[in-house]
């Protein structure tokens, strides 16, 4: 029998050491798999993200330098590359395509900005006037929260119907029971049609607003409303100054989303309108799309596309380098 003995300076673990009265295991080489096990979890949801997204991203990036149009469709990769020609129709202002293409991209400008606007001052007021505690408050969240809680194309096409001219509800309303209007106006086509689109617009996006913003609410605490009110502040002045500037980064967030959703929308109008929007509300989105399906030039609907993209993203960065600046505090 053999013995072995410790090398000088050292010693032998006992058996006290060791609960279970063995000899230590060796430590298994599992901390890279550990570490990489969230990653290969994340990897399927990862990989179809980028098919659903990126690819068609990138299809539509090098479909506007091509011209692709009725004649090409069969074989797209086939269709000569037209360089920036696609970019440069969409842009000059002179001609037909660039000109009715600004006067969509203004139109849609001044509708986000007036369904933005809406949206969180609806919003606001609902989550203000549903801070405090009363009887049926819970009730009032619920009906508050329906258009949001709805299918787009149920409630749009719903809005429709309300909007028609002669059995719609809207005019029923206006004309016959208040008497408001000389005839029953038409909602669905003229300069009518823009204020029907943000009707509509505001209606299905103010619930989101507000349950952020109430949402927000509930991290304030109540006992700087209680110091504020023995100060003699008052309601108006509660709001201003306390209110307010604490729901900032919460109204930051909100407004970029809301920005990008309305800007981008396209169920809305192609609901209530149909594959033609009037001219009063022609969004770009609809507008794009027209310009693809309708003309069937892709390559210049593409191109549009990636204007419009190009615009987003710095819109976006520019709010949030405007917006995040002031909040940056230095490092400790």
């Known amino acids: 029998m053999t013995t072995t003995t410790a090398a000088p300076g050292t010693r032998e673990p006992t058996a006290r050491e060791h609960p ?6 060796p ?3 599992g901390r890279l798999r550990r570490i990489g096990l969230p990653y ?3 990897l399927p949801a990862l990989l179809l993200e980028l098919l659903v997204h990126l690819v ?8 506007g330098f091509k011209e692709l149009t009725q004649f090409h469709i069969r074989d797209w990769g086939a269709a000569p590359w037209t360089g920036f020609d696609n970019y440069a129709v969409a842009v000059d202002v002179n001609a037909p395509v660039g000109e009715a293409l600004l006067k969509s991209f203004l139109t849609t400008c001044l509708f986000t900005l007036c ?7 609806l919003g606001t007021a609902a989550a203000l006037f549903l801070q405090e505690g009363f009887r049926g408050r819970g009730f009032l969240r619920t009906v508050f929260l329906v258009p949001y809680a709805l299918p787009v194309y149920a409630a749009v096409i719903t809005w429709a119907f309300m909007f028609q001219r002669d059995n719609g509800l809207v005019n029923h309303v206006l004309h016959d029971q208040l008497g408001l209007t000389g005839s029953p106006p038409f909602w669905l086509i003229g300069d009518n049609s823009f204020i029907a689109l943000l009707v509509v617009s505001v209606w299905k996006g103010w619930p989101f607003a507000f349950l952020i913003i109430m949402a927000g609410l509930q991290n304030i605490p109540r006992e700087i ?5 023995l100060d003699g502040a008052g309601v108006r002045q509660q709001i201003r100054r306390i209110t307010l500037p604490s729901l900032r980064p919460v109204n930051q967030v909100l407004v970029l989303v809301l920005f990008l959703w309305t800007f981008n929308d396209f169920n809305t109008p192609f609901v209530l309108f149909g594959r033609a929007a009037p001219e009063a509300a022609d969004l770009i989105s609809l507008h794009i799309y027209q310009s693809s399906f309708q003309t069937w030039n892709f390559g210049t ?10 615009f987003l993203l710095v819109v976006t960065g520019a709010y949030l380098l405007l917006t995040t600046r002031g909040r940056k505090t230095p490092d400790a």
């Open 40 to 42: 290969l979890l994340l």
């Open 20 to 25: 279970s009265g063995s000899a230590p295991r």
């Open 115 to 121: 369904s933005v606007a809406l949206c969180w001052l």
């Open 27 to 29: 430590r298994r080489p």
């Open 225 to 229: 409303y209680e110091a504020a009110a």
């Open 301 to 310: 609907g593409s191109a549009m596309s990636v204007l419009l993209l190009l």
């Open 56 to 63: 068609p991203v990138v299809i539509g990036i090098a479909a």
